[in-house]
């Protein structure tokens, strides 16, 4: 069987950390959620993830890669210490001579993108587009042509940017022209783009005239109750009636147990031919002081694949 063909089963893990604003109100001031302007990234860690995630029967890790890399056509970008274009090829080296597939993430959400650094502030502008259009291309390049590509697009809202000093937000038909611009550009690589799929939660009838069914649809859910009439999780349903690709997401981050149920409720009412597999979040950064929450994190996806033998 090729890697093609498996079953997805992958993890997220954050090279950069910097998704949120710079400057959020104290009172949202919270440990490692700030961007900084430095890597927050231990390798010793990152490591035993690794191995962790092979020993798991894990297959594939989605890399955010934000400003952690010093990229050739936007070194601008890079926090000290970000990874050489160098470094970052070694690493996918390694990740894929142990079995463990990687895929690109770069989060393209104004409610997430505080590592596009001064480009965060110059959002739907032609400027901005070439800059988009020149990180994808590199990244592409870098990971050799990935399956996958993942665009984040999650969370564009006035209530997730509350608390930043500066917010921006594309609405109606100028989000899904930049998601497009964005889908059209992967697409020309010969890659599949990859999206959060939260923003059918509240324009369903706008997501289904316009999301491209080339799109994987990552729809995540992180509570206990499964169901048609739970908010969240009935947008599984929703996807697949609409005939989506999805990778469903699920997380340790209230509920140990939300992976197990996910994958059973999703292989239950999505068909195989678009089950293409299943993703564990932690939202931690790669760093010592999170090690127990990884690990349990991975514990939990181990779990659930043996559950599905």
Same mark, same amino acid.
């Given at each position: 069987?090729?890697?093609?063909?498996?079953?997805?089963?992958?993890?997220?893990? !954050?090279?950069?950390?910097?998704?949120?604003?710079?400057?959020?109100?104290?009172?949202? =001031? $919270?440990? !490692?959620?700030?961007?900084?302007? @430095?890597? &927050?990234?231990?390798?010793?860690?990152?490591? #035993?993830?690794? /191995?962790?995630?092979?020993?798991?029967?894990?297959?594939?890790?989605? +890399?955010?890669?934000?400003?952690?890399?010093? @990229?050739? =056509?936007?070194?601008?970008?890079?926090?000290?210490?970000?990874? =050489?274009?160098? /470094?970052?090829?070694?690493?996918?080296?390694?990740?894929?001579?142990?079995? $463990?597939?990687?895929?690109?993430?770069?989060?393209?959400?104004?409610?997430? #993108?505080?590592?596009?650094?001064?480009?965060? &502030?110059?959002?739907?502008?032609?400027? @901005?587009?070439?800059?988009?259009?020149? $990180?994808?291309?590199?990244?592409?390049?870098?990971?050799?042509?990935?399956?996958?590509?993942?665009?984040?697009?999650?969370?564009?809202?006035?209530?997730?940017?509350?608390?930043?000093?500066?917010?921006?937000?594309?609405?109606?038909?100028?989000?899904?022209?930049?998601?497009?611009?964005?889908?059209?550009?992967?697409?020309?690589?010969?890659?599949?783009?990859?999206?959060?799929? #939260?923003?059918?939660?509240?324009?369903?009838?706008? %997501? %289904?005239?316009?999301?491209? !069914?080339?799109?994987? /649809?990552?729809?995540?859910?992180?509570?206990?109750?499964?169901?048609?009439?739970?908010? &969240?999780?009935?947008?599984?349903?929703?996807?697949?009636? !609409?005939?989506?690709? /999805?990778?469903?997401?699920?997380?340790?981050?209230?509920?140990?147990?939300?992976?197990?149920?996910?994958?059973?409720?999703?292989?239950?009412?999505?068909?195989?031919?678009?089950?293409?597999? %299943?993703?564990?979040?932690?939202?931690?950064?790669? +760093?010592?002081?999170?090690? #127990?929450?990884?690990?349990?994190?991975?514990? +939990?996806?181990?779990?659930?694949?043996?559950?599905?033998?």
């Amino acid at each position: 069987m090729s890697s093609n063909d498996r079953m997805i089963w992958a993890y997220l893990v !954050h090279l950069s950390y910097n998704m949120w604003a710079d400057r959020p109100a104290p009172e949202w =001031s $919270l440990e !490692h959620v700030s961007a900084k302007p @430095y890597l &927050r990234f231990d390798q010793t860690l990152w490591r #035993d993830i690794r /191995q962790a995630m092979v020993e798991a029967g894990l297959n594939m890790v989605v +890399l955010d890669l934000g400003d952690s890399v010093a @990229y050739r =056509s936007h070194p601008e970008i890079a926090v000290e210490g970000a990874w =050489s274009v160098d /470094q970052l090829r070694a690493e996918l080296a390694q990740l894929r001579a142990i079995g $463990l597939e990687p895929v690109p993430k770069l989060n393209f959400s104004t409610s997430h #993108d505080a590592w596009l650094g001064p480009y965060s &502030r110059c959002v739907s502008t032609e400027l @901005y587009y070439q800059v988009c259009r020149e $990180l994808i291309d590199e990244v592409v390049e870098l990971f050799d042509g990935p399956r996958f590509f993942h665009l984040g697009m999650d969370e564009e809202t006035a209530r997730h940017q509350r608390h930043y000093a500066y917010a921006v937000i594309r609405q109606h038909g100028l989000w899904w022209h930049d998601l497009q611009l964005l889908v059209d550009h992967v697409e020309a690589a010969d890659v599949r783009p990859w999206v959060w799929s #939260d923003y059918v939660w509240e324009h369903p009838d706008a %997501f %289904f005239a316009n999301m491209p !069914h080339s799109v994987v /649809q990552s729809n995540w859910y992180y509570g206990a109750a499964f169901g048609p009439d739970v908010e &969240r999780c009935s947008a599984y349903l929703d996807l697949e009636a !609409h005939g989506y690709d /999805q990778i469903p997401t699920g997380s340790s981050w209230t509920t140990p147990e939300n992976l197990s149920r996910t994958v059973a409720f999703c292989r239950e009412h999505v068909a195989p031919p678009r089950l293409l597999g %299943f993703l564990q979040t932690v939202w931690k950064p790669t +760093l010592e002081s999170c090690r #127990d929450e990884h690990m349990r994190a991975i514990g +939990l996806a181990a779990q659930a694949i043996a559950e599905c033998q």
